[in-house]
């Protein structure tokens, strides 16, 4: 939160789509539902997986945003 100097984060054991997925879900949870959740991501394959572009489509106030 750049107001709050919050920050949400976690220690995956796995760099996978599964685990990746899980943290967004995460993510949901500890935002207030009226916000929009903005996400910076490199293309890395946990990021970019058919899983997590399906798991994003289904939840619209993330939005994510890939690096070059």
């Known amino acids: 939160d750049v107001h709050t100097g919050q920050v949400v984060m976690e ?3 796995r ?3 599964a685990h990746f997925i899980r943290f ?3 993510l949901q949870r500890c935002i ?3 916000l929009t959740i903005h996400l910076i ?3 890395g394959s946990s990021h970019t997986s058919k ?3 399906a798991w994003l489509k289904r939840h ?3 939005v ?3 690096t070059p």
């Open 32 to 34: 207030p539902t009226g």
């Open 60 to 62: 619209p106030r993330i």
């Open 24 to 26: 967004l879900a995460r």
């Open 41 to 43: 991501l490199d293309n």
């Open 64 to 66: 994510p945003h890939y």
């Open 11 to 13: 220690e995956l054991k």
């Open 15 to 17: 760099n996978d789509s």
């Open 51 to 53: 899983a997590t572009r």
